[in-house]
């Protein structure tokens, strides 16, 4: 049966869709069935109108045996959450920074037609559900491929995370990490949070600058639930985040309720270098 593979370039990332074009032209050129999705821009600007005279450009991933994700990490995540219920492997391609969820540091034609004759490993990424609850009621949700992280904007908060009653931590400080094992190589590292592999199903828990010695990164089972609520806001900003997303305001009384979720991400993993070969050149750069 002929594949259908849909690229989905970041314009940001791939200027001119330079890559998006190549990669085009090169996989249907090689009897492959290809589109194109761009993100981020909305379909009817005059930057994809123009792309659209040059590519077939599709609005529905539907159908779709494999997504090209071109940009970076960050156009990975936004992927992953857009396409996570049509449970398609992405492959990305990095055009940005650390690429740490983009394995291909550009168009490698020969790599991927490899990978759509099924050459590849599927990597599947456990995913965190958010609910905000203000006064009993959900009023946001979302999911993370990455992390969820709730933060003050410019003053020391008191955070409280537990699971059934139970404290898991209590400090005060800027913040909390709630992250997965994909995104244990993001913002959670940075604030001194574990690196976890990839394919592991564990939650990851971080406090952000906590004032207390004993406020440390802990690694917590898949299946628990956390329940995160913060005291000492007195009106200062703070503010949720999912995956590095738009903010959602986080007031007095809120609560975050974190759990494993029923999606994944499969990410097509070429296995071109082992995780921990990859993850040392990626952070000595």
């Known amino acids: 049966m002929k594949k259908y593979v849909i ?21 249907t050129a090689a009897g492959v069935k290809c589109a194109v999705h761009p993100l981020f821009e909305p379909f009817d600007s005059p930057l994809i109108q123009k792309l659209a005279g040059e590519v077939a450009v599709v609005e529905s991933f539907w159908d779709a045996d494999l997504l090209l994700s071109l940009g970076g990490d960050g156009t990975v995540l936004h992927l992953a959450r857009t396409t996570m219920k049509l449970q ?10 650390k690429g740490f969820l983009a394995e291909l540091d550009g168009p490698h034609v020969n790599i ?16 965190l559900d958010v609910s905000l609850y203000r006064d009993g009621k959900v009023i946001y949700q979302d999911t ?8 003050s904007v410019h003053n020391v908060i008191a955070v409280k995370a537990e699971i059934q009653g139970q404290m898991v931590c209590k400090f005060s400080g800027d913040g909390l990490i709630i992250a997965t094992p994909t995104g244990s190589t993001g913002y959670s590292l940075s604030a ?3 690196i976890v592999e990839p394919d592991a199903q564990n939650i990851l828990v971080t406090p952000l600058a906590a004032h207390l010695l004993t406020a440390k990164p802990q690694v917590l089972g898949a299946n628990r639930v956390l329940e ?42 070429m296995q071109l270098r082992p995780f921990y070969e990859r993850m040392m050149d990626i952070l000595s750069r």
Request: net charge neutral.
């Open 144 to 151: 993370a491929l990455n992390d969820v992280v709730l933060k």
């Open 112 to 127: 991927l037609l490899d990978a759509i004759n099924g050459k590849y490993r599927q990597s599947r990424r456990m995913m």
């Open 7 to 27: 690229i989905c370039p970041n314009p940001y990332r791939d200027i001119d869709f330079k890559y998006t074009l190549h990669i085009y032209d090169k996989l």
């Open 228 to 269: 995160i609520t913060a005291d000492r806001l007195r009106g200062r900003p703070t503010v949720v985040t999912v995956d590095g997303g738009d903010t959602i305001d986080f007031i007095s009384g809120d609560k975050l309720v974190i759990r494993k979720s029923d999606h994944e991400t499969i990410i097509a993993d």
């Open 192 to 194: 001194g949070g574990p």
């Open 88 to 97: 398609i492997p992405i492959i990305g391609i990095n055009c940005g920074d």
